[in-house]
């Protein structure tokens, strides 16, 4: 069984993957999100797994936008720790370092730490266990990488430095992604939609009534603009209730009233 | 009058200055977003411009982020016609470009057309207008920027090809910040506020309640995380009525009740 994610090998997709199938599953690096999307939908790889959400950063949209543009399902959710390490070729001591590489969100999460270094540039990559990859490539004494502890091991690094985030609630949140609907663990309790408002009065109120008179939670609601008409939004929402149960069925019938373009995305259970 | 903008001359934020001053101030152009707040808030500047939404891609949420952090107020909102131009080092033909520099949004945004030039390679740079002084800086007769017809102007580049974006419905939305609340045009009929949930059920709804029940229209939300409480939001709002009538401040005392940490943004006339 086959799980794609976006990077390289150690990369914090793949420990996601990891966490979740138990080591189970052969976890295949490929470069951009969207080639997640499109290794499922070929059925390259039997799941795919992509980050949604950072509890300090916020929505990755690139991969709300995803959802919307592939048929895929969204079968299971994963909540990870976020944990930076500095990681330096074999030999190199702290005092030695002049450029620290990371991707730029992970250079941002560690900047108190990087700012406690003298004389350090901070430089952008393109991602965190490429960045590994990258430093370890050159094998500059003078170079160092932020990223995973796992990042250290895939390409002989050492952990120089361990949890160097500033910010220790760090996570990120996952989608585990499938062709079809699947049941791949647990009691789903989690259901992913998308919609458009009607222009009628009131139009995102009267959307999320529906939930309310139903007693459904609402966790989090996210907004994309729709391209080619300005100021209108798809509304992402997560609901606390299966897609199977007779009370979301009657809610997202209800919905469809007052919605346009109501898309179900998946049930799964929580992470 | 002096009106802070990010990036560098001919930037689209100094166009929306200009648009909506009518050139009767001297724009500033800063390094950061950080740095428009800076200058209002320490009141080297009168006013700042930023970016806050484009309706292809979306929020700007780093500005989000910094109007919850700075003591700032929106006193106007800007909507700019977004057009991308080609531009070169007089002399050069289309023939001869290799490679083309711009944000990553602009390289984005003009992807169809950068695909119609043969074996051109696209390199990202900090910002649109700094591309162009880039560009021409180098004077390279194989390199082109992507950036405003503005930016032409500022550093003596030649427009190659104008209006190169994919999408024409493509508009950049901007706040103007000053330091005081003041009405700087027109009739306010808009305020933006942000503000926390309540650990109560159905929290948000109960929110967007007041105003339905005000009869007073929800444009746009945004959530953004709260760092340090994981998967907890912060919700920003724009309501299509004026923070002095009645109807608002009655409306704004009943969010109170059912929201936490409410902070009203500003009240400007709609762009």
Redesign the interface.
């Known amino acids: 069984m086959k799980v794609a994610f976006q990077g390289a090998k150690g990369a914090y997709s793949e420990l996601a993957a990891t966490q979740y199938f138990a080591k189970r599953v052969e976890a295949l690096p490929v470069p951009e999100f969207a080639d997640v999307f499109r290794a499922v939908a070929k059925g390259k790889c039997e799941f795919g797994v992509v980050p949604v959400?950072?509890?300090?950063?916020?929505s990755i949209?690139q991969n709300f936008d995803l959802l919307l543009k592939h048929k895929l399902w969204i079968c299971g959710e994963i909540k990870l720790r976020i944990s930076h390490s500095l990681l330096v070729p074999q030999g190199t001591t702290l005092a030695k370092i002049k450029r620290v590489y990371s991707h730029p969100q992970a250079l941002m999460q560690c900047h108190r730490y990087l700012k406690s270094l003298s004389r350090v540039e901070a430089i952008p990559y393109f991602d965190t266990a490429g960045s590994a990859r990258y430093v370890a490539a050159m094998g500059a004494p003078d170079c160092a990488a932020i990223a995973s502890r796992s990042a250290a091991l895939h390409y002989d690094l050492k952990i120089l430095k361990a949890g160097i985030e500033d910010?220790k609630?760090n996570?990120t949140?996952f989608f585990v992604l499938s062709k079809q609907p699947k049941r791949s663990k647990g009691n789903t309790d989690k259901t992913s939609i998308v919609f458009a408002l009607r222009d009628i009065?009131?139009a995102?109120?009267?959307c999320?009534?529906v939930?309310?008179k139903a007693?459904i939670?609402?966790?989090?609601?996210?907004?994309?603009?729709i391209?080619?008409?300005?100021?209108e939004?798809m509304f992402y929402v997560d609901i606390g209730e299966d897609i199977s149960k007779a009370k979301t069925q009657k809610a997202l019938e209800c919905l469809k009233k007052v919605s346009t373009r109501l898309k179900v995305l998946g049930s799964y259970m929580q992470g």
Do not use: D
């Open positions: 959400e950072n509890s300090l950063t916020g949209h910010n609630e996570f949140r009065p009131g995102l109120y009267r999320l009534e939930f309310s007693e939670q609402i966790f989090k609601i996210e907004s994309r603009p391209p080619g008409r300005p100021w939004y």
